[in-house]
């Protein structure tokens, strides 16, 4: 209708040069409309098919790349408690499955998103005390356990635990999500767990680099523990047989830069495809 109405106009009115120059805005004209015609296009299909993220599920560029060890838990649903977890070693450019996968148990009202290694992901975030395991990309911390050092042959550094030691709850506390000796620490905190348990859950356990540095009111005191029995919800640890998690005790190694990856199926299909995981 441009051009027609511009055709009109130049066989109707003017000399030779006007109309040339007439022309060539027109045309112009007709250029920048088409750029702005396009330009909106593309950005409403992307804004259509979720291509323009206010969260990016990724981890930082190279996370994985030093990376020789995967502790894969993944749950059916985000309110599950039971959950599986496998284990898998990197041999060249490979992964390869070591063993069989197992049953675990989660927190009793499932997961929510935790800070670790994972960019913000929307969603139902981890907070202290809401009884959800974190979901997410996590490194693993120092090994723990009743027995005295002089027994255990992990790779990973090892503390036993004694009477005294406690993990601080407490989000105002300068020690808040870490393990202490309550008798050589300044008391600064009003809620913490004791580590020496009589149930002996924390008979064996490994501590889940979460929420580290520590923010407030994240969450705290993550650990993989041997579990009361199967489908019996944690407080937002990770659970299984003893016998199982003496096995991966002893197979996780620091010098492989293990890690564990934990979320939904669903959530882990995402990271398995951009990142060729097993």
């Known amino acids: 209708m441009v051009l027609l109405n511009a ?11 006007e109309n040339v120059f007439l022309c060539i805005y027109v045309l112009n004209t007709v250029v920048m409309c088409m750029k702005y015609y396009w330009s909106f296009s593309i950005i ?23 990376c020789r060890q995967l502790v894969i838990v993944t749950s059916p649903r985000a ?20 063993g069989p996968s197992i049953p675990v148990n989660l927190g009793r009202k499932g ?10 992901k929307p969603g ?13 990309l996590f490194r693993f911390g120092t090994a723990f356990g009743y027995a005295p050092a002089s027994e255990v042959s992990f790779k990973l ?26 008798a050589l620490t300044d008391k600064d905190w009003d809620a913490r767990e004791s580590m020496m348990r009589q149930d002996e859950q924390y008979k ?11 923010e407030p009111e994240g969450g705290s005191c993550i ?46 299909e995402g990271y398995r495809k951009k990142f060729r995981l097993p």
């Open 79 to 98: 309110g599950s408690v039971r959950a599986t977890l496998s284990k898998y070693e990197k041999r060249g450019k490979s992964w390869k499955k070591v």
């Open 223 to 268: 650990f993989f523990h041997i579990w009361r029995k199967e489908g019996s919800g944690t407080l937002g640890c990770t659970a299984m047989t003893e016998e199982n998690l003496l096995e991966l005790m002893h197979w996780l190694d620091p010098d492989k830069k293990p890690m564990l990856v934990q979320m939904t199926k669903q959530d882990y």
């Open 111 to 120: 997961l929510a998103w935790g800070r670790g290694l994972h960019s913000a």
């Open 204 to 214: 064996w356990g490994i501590f889940v680099k979460h929420n580290l540095p520590a």
């Open 124 to 136: 139902v975030q981890k907070k202290e005390g809401d009884q959800k395991s974190p979901a997410g």
């Open 157 to 182: 550094p090892y503390v036993p635990i004694t009477e005294s030691q406690i993990c601080v709850e407490d989000s105002e506390s300068a020690y808040y999500n870490q393990i202490v000796d309550a």
């Open 44 to 66: 409403s299909l992307f804004l259509l098919t979720g291509g323009f993220q206010l969260y990016e599920i990724a981890p930082p560029s190279g996370v994985f790349d030093d």
């Open 7 to 17: 055709a009109n106009v130049i066989n109707m009115h003017g000399t030779f040069r």
